[in-house]
């Protein structure tokens, strides 16, 4: 009989990283039988991701599946509730679609999570009690752990930063908020103010003008390291965290963006105790890590067959 392995898909909104593992239990970062990353569905989100998970699979004995997604879903039941980045995912039974095409337990749980469940183990936060992790891509995910177990809320959705208002007239949040985090120090947010600062180019290319002493860049960087760190201090003021670790695209190095708001946040700290603000170190495969290692912990959990719903 082939060998049970479990798969963990981040999915972002034009792209879905994966990884494939052996579904053996064990403490240390599970070993990738394989990890790549392949264009997000735009069609059937269901067929297209059940159509990567068999190509991924290929000869192996899939036994569960997690799938982390950039918004608000219902654990219990496996649906997406609310995906700013992903509209099409809205109110979506994911967990059950899936796993009926896969013949797999199949569970789904925000990106943020998944990332932070990571960094925390295994990662920039690993060996720390209280740790606060941030991604900073498309959107801004976030996740609270403490004592390895991760601070939902009461209704599933607490660390959602990116939504935290930084700028009350600023532009319209795909959430329906107006100024947003996200609005300001998203991926898309900073291309368009590069681009109206006269600017050309993706974030990194403003990241490159920023390092070359750009005016122009340094003007926008600041906008974006001025919103995130406004956005720490009231983190720091709510839950007090012993450490945050950011991650995601746009704080991969040089950490510019924040350094720069790490310095304003010392700046403008009052009260608080500011704690370290250290880059993650598992990079942009941290949601799929923390992906499959909740795949492994739900294979122990339910038995091969049954489903989530």
Same mark, same amino acid.
């Given at each position: 009989? !082939?060998?049970a392995v479990v798969l963990g898909l981040d999915v972002g909104g034009s792209s879905v990283k994966y990884r494939l593992a052996s579904a053996t239990p064990s403490e240390r970062i599970p070993e990738a039988l394989a990890q790549g990353t392949v264009s997000t569905p735009k069609k059937d989100p269901v067929a297209g991701l059940a159509a990567i998970a068999r190509d991924v699979t290929g000869s192996h004995r899939l036994v569960a599946v997690v799938v982390a997604i950039p918004g608000l879903v219902d654990e219990t039941t496996g *649906?997406?509730?609310? !995906?700013?980045?992903?509209? =099409?995912? +809205?109110?979506l039974a994911l967990g059950p679609a899936l796993s009926a095409e896969l013949d797999a337990t199949v569970g789904v749980i925000n990106d943020g999570r998944a990332a932070a469940v990571a960094e925390a183990r295994w990662g920039a936060g690993a060996g720390e009690r209280d740790v606060f992790t941030?991604?900073?891509? *498309?959107?801004?995910?976030? !996740?609270?752990?403490?004592?390895g177990?991760? /601070? +939902? #809320? =009461?209704? %599933?959705?607490? #660390?959602?930063? %990116?939504?935290v208002v930084v700028e009350p007239s600023g532009a319209v949040c795909a959430c329906g908020q107006r100024g947003c985090l996200e *609005?300001?120090?998203?991926?898309?947010?900073?291309?368009?103010?590069?681009?109206? =600062? #006269? %600017?050309?180019? !993706?974030?990194? +290319?403003?990241l490159a003008a920023y390092e070359a002493g750009d005016e122009r860049a340094h003007r926008v960087v600041d906008r974006g390291a001025g919103a995130l760190a406004d956005a720490i201090l009231t983190l720091l003021a709510l839950v007090d965290p012993g450490v945050i670790v950011v991650g995601g695209g746009l704080a991969s190095a040089p950490h510019r963006i924040v350094v720069r708001a790490r310095a304003l946040v010392d700046e403008r700290a009052t009260f608080h105790r500011?704690?370290?603000? /250290?880059?993650?170190t598992l990079g942009k495969w941290a949601g799929?890590?923390?992906?499959?290692?909740? =795949?492994?912990?739900?294979?122990?959990?339910?038995?091969?067959?049954?489903s989530l719903n």
């Open positions: 009989m !082939s060998a *649906t997406v509730l609310r !995906s700013a980045n992903l509209p =099409a995912l +809205d109110g941030l991604a900073l891509g *498309t959107g801004i995910a976030g !996740s609270h752990i403490v004592d177990r991760v /601070v +939902d #809320g =009461a209704h %599933g959705i607490a #660390g959602e930063l %990116g939504h *609005t300001v120090i998203g991926a898309p947010a900073l291309r368009r103010a590069w681009n109206r =600062a #006269g %600017g050309d180019g !993706s974030p990194k +290319d403003l500011v704690p370290p603000i /250290v880059p993650a799929a890590v923390g992906a499959v290692a909740e =795949a492994r912990e739900l294979a122990a959990r339910v038995p091969v067959g049954i």
